[in-house]
């Protein structure tokens, strides 16, 4: 069985490396991004299973706004996509979820909660 490839998009480096690093260690292809803009460009030739992306994007983008392009994609549009955020408020979910993301996580992350969100939206980890 081949690995599920999640791609985390986060412009903390530290935030995407170790998102990064639990991922793999629970048997995940991994691809960070650190610029909404690369992620973007690279999107059409991406196999991907799950999006994990940070609401607050240095460049300039917001998550919802990548939620927003993927669901108007033909391809990527059925792309499980968890958005994780330091504003943890019931509106920015809300806002979240109305503009199709799969799920919202607060920071910080908690393994178990990340774990039990990934399951949910793509099956159960090995």
Request: with cysteine; proline share 5%.
């Amino acid at each position: 069985m081949s690995k599920k490839t999640i791609c985390v998009l986060d412009d903390e480096i530290l935030a995407a490396t170790s998102i990064r690093d639990l991922l793999n260690d629970l048997g995940f292809r991994v691809l960070p991004y650190f610029r909404a803009d690369t992620f973007i460009d690279e999107l059409p030739n991406l196999n991907v299973d799950l999006l994990i992306t940070d609401y607050y994007l240095n460049d300039g983008a917001k998550g919802i706004g990548l939620c927003r392009a993927i669901r108007s994609s033909e391809r990527h549009a059925r792309v499980p996509i968890l958005i994780i955020s330091g504003a943890d408020d019931p509106a920015l979910r809300a806002e979240c979820l109305a503009a199709g993301a799969s799920a919202f996580l607060g920071k910080p992350l908690f393994l178990s909660d990340l774990r039990e969100a990934i399951a949910k939206l793509i099956g159960p980890i090995q």
